[in-house]
């Protein structure tokens, strides 16, 4: 059973409107959230992450927002270039009752940012 | 390049071989993760090392699966008899310093070896 969920196999927006993209999880141990993007033939590159004790961080054109009670969180890119175009993974890990390190990631989204 | 290195890029193998992959982590980690990638999925966690101990390894990692880790510095990872459902790529990350994982430790991923059985 999927721990980690990205309902969303692709997302296609116009370059400069906004990127959101969303993850659902059903673990309620997990306290760390990250966010990784993957271009082809290459290996996940970290981009922002998130602890349990806050809702929102941003770093530049990327923000994540983290909801606790709906066990959700969003990755917002703002605004949306060409070179975003790559697949995102999401992926929480828990210090406690979990294995420490062990990320656990979601299916990702292909986004595809159109000139 | 101080990222993480993974030996070779590429796998092409006959069913029943066995095949071995190198890692090597950014060189102040003390901790080292391999992770299996399948088309469609994201990365599954197989095992995982803090320094030159294997700590954890998942269900995942059957007995055809060996990894280690020596020195505390590169890692292997071995398939013996090899399988089609072995078919994907292989990551390799690292992480730390620090003797514990920390609560907002992030992982730093090679760019995979990918395996093909045929």
């Known amino acids: 059973d999927q721990q980690v969920k990205q309902n969303s196999p692709s997302l296609s927006v116009q370059e400069g409107r906004i990127s959101i993209l969303n993850c659902d999880y059903t673990?309620?141990?997990?306290?760390?959230f990250l966010w990784y993007k993957k271009y082809p033939a290459e290996g996940p590159t970290f981009l922002i992450s998130i602890s349990s004790i806050k809702d929102k961080n941003e770093d530049g054109r990327f923000t994540v927002f983290l909801n606790k009670s709906a066990k959700h969180l969003s990755l917002h890119i703002v605004p949306s270039q060409p070179g975003d175009s790559a697949v995102y993974f999401c992926a929480a890990s828990a210090q406690y009752g979990g294995s420490q390190g062990n990320l656990i990631f979601g299916k990702g989204t292909k986004l595809s940012v159109k000139p | 390049d101080t990222g993480v290195s993974q030996d070779p890029r590429h796998k092409i193998t006959k069913r029943g071989q066995n095949v071995t992959f190198r890692c090597d982590p950014i060189?102040?980690?003390?901790?080292l993760y391999w992770y299996r990638q399948t088309l469609g999925q994201g990365p599954e966690f197989l095992t995982y090392f803090q320094n030159e101990a294997q700590l954890e390894k998942s269900r995942l990692l059957s007995d055809r699966f060996s990894a280690e880790r020596p020195k505390g510095s590169f890692s292997t990872l071995e398939i013996q008899r090899t399988e089609q459902g072995d078919s994907a790529m292989y990551l390799c990350?690292?992480?730390?310093?620090?003797?514990?994982?920390?609560?907002?430790?992030?992982?730093?991923f090679g760019s995979g070896t990918q395996l093909s059985v045929l």
């Open positions: 060189s102040e980690h003390n901790r």
């Open positions: 990350a690292s992480s730390g310093p620090g003797p514990e994982v920390a609560t907002n430790e992030k992982l730093f």
């Open positions: 673990n309620s141990m997990f306290d760390y």
